[in-house]
């Protein structure tokens, strides 16, 4: 299974991005796909994850601004961020639950495959 995140940038404060991440291989209508994000010097943060019955757990900090989404069909998951603030400036990075099962998580170790990153860079 290969992730591979796009649609990272520079934008200005109160701005909009819209990150993806396509899957290749593997079954991608039957994995949890979530976004993390770690900015420098910080451990790597849970934004939120949607379940391949489209579920869906989201950081209740970021949940009025940020939205998560799939297409099956494009093996594409999506973060839409609004009202981006620098404090976001972060790599952003998704990850795949391979494991088929229904629950969610918020932990890094719960997902054994990862994108390379995005970088999202927030200016005031």
């Known amino acids: 299974v290969q992730l591979q995140a796009s649609g990272g940038g520079l934008v200005q404060a109160g701005g909009s991005l819209r990150l993806a991440c396509t899957v290749s291989g593997g079954t991608f209508s039957r994995y949890n796909m979530a976004w993390f994000r770690q900015a420098p010097g910080k451990d790597r943060e849970f934004v939120n994850v949607?379940?391949?019955?489209?579920?869906?757990l989201e950081s209740e900090s970021l949940r009025d601004r940020f939205t998560i989404s799939r297409d099956n069909a494009q093996k594409t998951v999506y973060l839409q961020m609004n009202s981006l603030t620098p404090e976001d400036t972060a790599v952003y990075f998704c990850?795949?639950?391979?494991?088929?099962?229904?629950?969610?998580?918020?932990?890094?170790?719960?997902?054994?495959?990862w994108g390379q990153g995005t970088q999202v860079t927030v200016s005031s």
């Open positions: 949607i379940s391949w019955l489209n579920n869906r």
């Open positions: 990850a795949a639950d391979t494991s088929g099962r229904v629950g969610l998580g918020r932990h890094p170790g719960e997902y054994p495959a």
